[in-house]
């Protein structure tokens, strides 16, 4: 029994470590967006677009998200 709290333990450490990432915190972040502006916005009203791409003089640039009206 002492192994599964172990292991339980080891894996619970693991995840908060990688929640803490930027890259999961930019990804947890526009996930929230993007359910904060589908659930309070009208759909009848606004359109929304995630993770836009757009070539640029150097390469490509990144829109996180674009909402119209």
Do not use: C, F
Request: charged share 15%.
């Amino acid at each position: 029994m002492e192994l599964i709290a172990l292991w339980t333990l080891a894996l619970a450490v693991l995840i908060a470590a990688l929640l803490r990432t930027p890259e999961a915190k930019g990804r947890i972040g526009e996930a929230m967006v993007a359910v904060a502006a589908g659930l309070r916005l009208s759909k009848a009203t606004y359109h929304s677009l995630h993770n836009v791409t757009l070539p640029t003089a150097d390469g490509t640039t990144q829109i996180d998200h674009i909402i119209v009206s």
